[in-house]
């Protein structure tokens, strides 16, 4: 059962700031509550008391800048699934945020708790990560931006400090760039990742049919002990930049050796590194040549 606890309900991101720098108790932020509450079901010491941050406005907004998509981060996976620019220009982003939980869960949840609950397995991460998103991280008297790939430290740790919160994802624009995302779990719907990857690419299509890659980002998720960019397979297929059979074997090769999976109930360590040559190919295969 539920313990005791206190809700804090601020009514401006200025008040919750001021709140959470004076607060000298365990906390929680409450946004849609999908995973806080569980937790604290599951573990009724988790937190003394919650900021309930569900109804910010400055939070609740994406907003279309000259060179960037800022999501607030109490937005809505429902809200970013339905947002035109997304849909029209950031597949793998979609695809990852489409295998997100259920309809129910993801019109409660928010892009904000999933990233902040900084899982391996969390699915919108790797697809975020693939298009170099930055997060900006608010306290009463700082503010600072790091990119999303130096966020985590580890399973469910995060750089943040005691008194910060994430208040945007900052997306660039994607001009010019296919994308893709992918995961394998043990059923479609309302499972947690084995191993997911996203890829954000261009490249070039030559009169005699070949493709030439000119930019690749990729970033896998569940294959470590926090969702990690395969910076040498990169590099790897940008030295080579015709994309081939030959090729994309090799780049699967490099990419397993990146990975540093674990075995645990949900699959084995070789299983994972392996599926990230899969996943890999099966994502840039897509992307390139059934453009």
Same mark, same amino acid.
């Given at each position: 059962?539920?313990?005791?606890f206190?809700?804090?309900?601020?009514?401006?991101?200025?008040?919750?700031?001021?709140?959470?720098?004076?607060?000298? $108790?365990s906390f929680k932020?409450l946004? #849609?509550?999908?995973?806080?509450?569980v /937790?604290l079901?599951?573990?009724? =010491?988790? !937190?003394?008391?919650?900021?309930?941050?569900s109804r910010?406005?400055?939070?609740?907004?994406?907003?279309?800048?000259?060179n960037?998509?800022?999501?607030g981060?109490?937005?809505?996976?429902?809200?970013?699934?339905?947002?035109?620019?997304?849909?029209?220009?950031?597949?793998?982003?979609?695809?990852?945020?489409s295998?997100?939980?259920?309809?129910?869960i993801?019109?409660?949840a928010?892009i904000?708790?999933?990233?902040a609950?900084?899982?391996?397995?969390?699915?919108?991460?790797?697809?975020?990560?693939?298009?170099n998103?930055?997060?900006?991280?608010?306290?009463?008297?700082?503010?600072?931006?790091?990119?999303?790939?130096?966020?985590?430290?580890?399973?469910?740790?995060?750089?943040?400090?005691?008194?910060?919160?994430?208040?945007? $994802?900052?997306?660039?624009?994607?001009? #010019?760039y296919?994308?893709?995302?992918? /995961?394998?779990?043990?059923?479609? =719907?309302? !499972?947690?990742s084995?191993v997911?990857?996203a890829?954000?690419?261009?490249?070039?299509?030559?009169?005699?049919?070949?493709?030439?890659?000119?930019?690749?980002?990729?970033?896998l998720?569940?294959?470590?002990?926090k969702?990690?960019?395969?910076?040498?397979?990169?590099?790897?297929?940008?030295?080579?930049?015709?994309?081939?059979?030959?090729?994309?074997?090799?780049a699967?090769a490099?990419?397993?050796k990146?990975?540093?999976p674990?075995?645990?109930?949900?699959s084995?360590a070789?299983?994972?590194s392996?599926m990230c040559?899969?996943?890999?190919?099966?994502i840039?295969?897509?992307?390139v040549?059934?453009?």
């Open positions: 059962m539920l313990r005791n206190s809700v804090l309900t601020p009514e401006s991101l200025k008040e919750t700031l001021y709140v959470i720098n004076n607060l000298n $108790v932020f946004s #849609g509550g999908t995973d806080v509450l /937790r079901k599951d573990n009724p =010491g988790y !937190a003394d008391v919650l900021v309930d941050i910010l406005s400055e939070l609740s907004k994406i907003e279309e800048h000259k960037t998509y800022v999501i981060s109490g937005v809505k996976h429902e809200a970013m699934l339905s947002y035109a620019p997304f849909v029209e220009k950031y597949a793998g982003l979609i695809d990852a945020v295998a997100i939980g259920s309809p129910q993801r019109a409660l928010s904000g708790g999933n990233i609950n900084a899982s391996p397995a969390g699915d919108s991460i790797p697809a975020l990560m693939s298009y998103a930055e997060i900006e991280l608010r306290s009463h008297d700082s503010n600072r931006i790091v990119k999303l790939e130096d966020l985590f430290t580890g399973p469910g740790k995060t750089v943040l400090n005691k008194n910060e919160i994430i208040t945007q $994802v900052i997306l660039p624009k994607s001009e #010019g296919k994308s893709g995302w992918k /995961r394998l779990g043990q059923r479609r =719907g309302m !499972a947690i084995k997911s990857a890829v954000n690419l261009s490249f070039i299509k030559h009169p005699n049919g070949s493709r030439k890659l000119t930019d690749i980002k990729i970033a998720g569940a294959v470590a002990p969702v990690i960019r395969a910076y040498e397979t990169e590099r790897f297929m940008l030295e080579e930049q015709n994309v081939t059979a030959s090729m994309l074997k090799r699967c490099i990419i397993e990146e990975a540093s674990i075995t645990d109930v949900r084995n070789l299983y994972r392996k040559g899969v996943l890999l190919c099966d840039v295969n897509r992307l040549f059934n453009a």
